[in-house]
């Protein structure tokens, strides 16, 4: 089930939400390179090792090096065989952290499917829809002029993936709505002009709990068969949800 929705970034909530329930066992799903929630977090998994990477600077302080590393990729299932071996010996995470993480990687479904079958609950924050569907002022301008592109990049342009949060009937029924970001899209006007003068937040982020995160990708994962249907498909993303 997914819960208490917002579009604000909020990780100081999330702090003050671990340090009232004191949990034995909480996991951030990769956070490798940025630990912001380093003082609750006792494993971390990422397919960058923490304590290499982080090893000789500030952020490498006593809760992350006493943190238990399960290094693998997690796209797949292989990827998680370290993490299922640490739940079959000592049962399910309290809480698991995935924070904009979702839209970098190949296959975020594997990872939703997956994350309540690890953990009791968790937080997940992604970047906002229309911040990825606007030309984000500054990004990229030292790029920009380095690399002598032409134009600015709409959202950021390593982001694989933009997400709506669907409202249902009740509160059981919110569910995360995946689009492939396409470069096709980047390049469409008519995209920004949908796009003008609505509000760009932060980021899109909420909490889980149960036995799954209710998701669907787009038009059942077809974009398709011509750039109209597809930006059809895209209006819709903007229009429904937030």
């Known amino acids: 089930m997914i819960y208490n929705v917002s579009?604000?970034?909020?990780r100081n909530d999330v702090l003050e939400y671990l340090k009232d329930r004191q949990y034995k066992r909480v996991v951030?799903?990769?956070?490798?390179?940025?630990?912001?929630?380093?003082?609750y977090v006792t494993h971390y998994f990422d397919v960058t090792d923490?304590?290499?990477y982080l090893k000789g600077s500030d952020l490498y302080d006593e809760n992350v090096r006493k943190s238990i590393m399960l290094q693998g990729d997690?796209?797949?299932g292989y990827g998680w065989e370290k993490i299922w071996e640490d739940v079959t010996y000592r049962g399910?995470?309290?809480?698991?952290?995935c924070t904009q993480t979702l839209e970098d990687i190949r296959n975020p479904t594997y990872v939703l499917r997956t994350l309540p079958k690890i953990a009791k609950e968790g937080f997940i924050s992604i970047p906002h829809k229309y911040r990825e569907l606007n030309y984000v002022e500054g990004h990229g301008d030292k790029e920009q002029k380095e690399w002598e592109l032409s134009k600015s990049y709409m959202g950021y342009f390593h982001h694989r993936w933009i997400f709506s949060m669907i409202d249902g009937t009740s509160i059981q029924s919110k569910r995360l709505r995946l689009f492939p970001k396409l470069e096709f899209i980047t390049c469409l006007s008519k995209i920004k002009d949908l796009t003008e003068g609505k509000f760009i937040g932060n980021e899109l982020s909420f909490y889980w709990e149960g036995d799954n995160i209710p998701y669907e990708i787009v038009n059942n994962?077809?974009?398709?068969p011509n750039p109209p249907t597809v930006f059809r498909l895209y209006e819709k993303l903007i229009e429904e949800g937030v």
């Open 74 to 76: 997690i796209n797949d």
């Open 92 to 97: 399910k995470f309290d809480f698991a952290i």
């Open 221 to 224: 994962d077809f974009l398709g």
């Open 28 to 39: 951030d799903i990769g956070g490798s390179m940025f630990p912001w929630a380093r003082e």
């Open 50 to 52: 923490i304590h290499e």
């Open 7 to 10: 579009l604000e970034e909020r």
